[in-house]
Nanobody, 121 residues
Framework: QVQLVESGGGLVQAGGSLRLSCAAS????????MGWFRQAPGKEREFVAG????????KYADSVKGRFTISRDNAKNTVYLQMNSLKPEDTAVYYC??????????????WGQGTQVTVSL
């Protein structure tokens, strides 16, 4: 069974930075693409960023391009989301997820429990 555990969320002022981490259990982490998603109150969950199994391919939602960076360390079974220049509209619960493929394409079969990110003015 795959388990994903996010950490690194918190309260930050607008313009600040946070780094989210997602630690995965299991020996097959490096075979699969990973993604970060977020869900704000009253809104649907949305894709934020994705990374292929090797880390050579990444993609981002238009709303975070140039501000967020996804990366992974397969030796540590961990995927990261570096978030810079945060805006109040980035406030959401952030989830990491594992793709069923080596790319970061849907569907995603495993999800973490989420970590809250709150950006204040």
């Amino acid at each position: 069974q795959v388990q994903l555990v996010e950490s690194g969320g918190g309260l930050v002022q607008a313009g600040g930075s946070l780094r989210l981490s997602c630690a995965a259990s299991g020996r097959t982490f490096s075979n699969y693409g990973m993604g970060w998603f977020r869900q704000a109150p009253g809104k649907e969950r949305e894709f934020v960023a994705g990374i292929s199994w090797s880390g050579s391919s990444t993609k981002y939602a238009d709303s975070v391009k140039g501000r967020f960076t996804i990366s992974r360390d397969n030796a540590k079974n961990t995927v990261y989301l570096q978030m810079n220049s945060l805006k109040p509209e980035d406030t959401a619960v952030y989830y990491c997820a594992r793709s069923q493929y080596g790319s970061s394409e849907a569907p995603y079969g495993y999800w973490g429990q989420g970590t809250q990110v709150t950006v204040s003015l």
